[in-house]
């Protein structure tokens, strides 16, 4: 069962994993500015929540094969999109992990959950028909 705080076989997350997800935070937190540009600009934050929250969805949901804990794994791409926010201060950073951090878990729950229904189904999608192999 996949969810934030069950015991799920781990492995150690090690820096080299930690450092990759910070950087794609960051990446992430950079493709951002281009998509709320576009939407809107700087002048509301409305397009700033359309953009933040696909795009970290999506983050969460492309990194979330690996089997840190989903709370683990999101907290680290959340810092790493905060990290170029600490120009501003420490509250707006900590704000900006607050607002990246659900929709990475949820991409990373998401990823996880299509992942074991894939292993479980013998590698048929849910509602696909395992008879024709």
């Given at each position: 069962?996949n969810?934030?705080?069950?015991?799920?076989?781990?492995?150690?997350?090690?820096?080299?994993?930690?450092?990759?997800?910070?950087?794609?935070?960051?990446?992430?937190?950079?493709?951002?500015?281009?998509?709320?540009?576009y939407?809107?600009?700087?002048?509301?934050?409305?397009?700033?929540?359309?953009?933040?929250?696909?795009?970290?969805?999506?983050?969460?949901?492309?990194r979330?094969?690996?089997?840190?804990?989903?709370?683990?794994?999101?907290?680290?791409?959340?810092?790493?999109?905060?990290?170029?926010?600490?120009?501003?201060?420490?509250?707006?950073?900590?704000?900006?992990?607050?607002?990246?951090?659900?929709?990475t878990?949820?991409?990373?729950?998401?990823?996880?959950?299509?992942?074991?229904?894939?292993?479980?189904?013998r590698?048929?999608?849910?509602?696909?028909?395992?008879?024709?192999?």
């Amino acid at each position: 069962m996949n969810s934030l705080f069950a015991s799920e076989p781990l492995t150690k997350y090690n820096w080299t994993t930690m450092v990759v997800d910070v950087a794609i935070g960051i990446v992430t937190f950079i493709l951002v500015i281009p998509v709320a540009l576009y939407l809107g600009g700087f002048s509301f934050f409305t397009p700033w929540a359309i953009a933040l929250i696909p795009l970290f969805f999506l983050c969460g949901f492309l990194r979330g094969a690996s089997p840190e804990r989903i709370w683990a794994k999101a907290c680290a791409i959340s810092a790493g999109a905060s990290c170029p926010w600490l120009v501003k201060g420490w509250l707006s950073a900590l704000l900006l992990v607050a607002l990246t951090f659900g929709p990475t878990a949820a991409g990373v729950f998401a990823r996880r959950r299509l992942k074991s229904r894939v292993v479980i189904g013998r590698g048929t999608l849910p509602g696909a028909d395992s008879r024709q192999a």
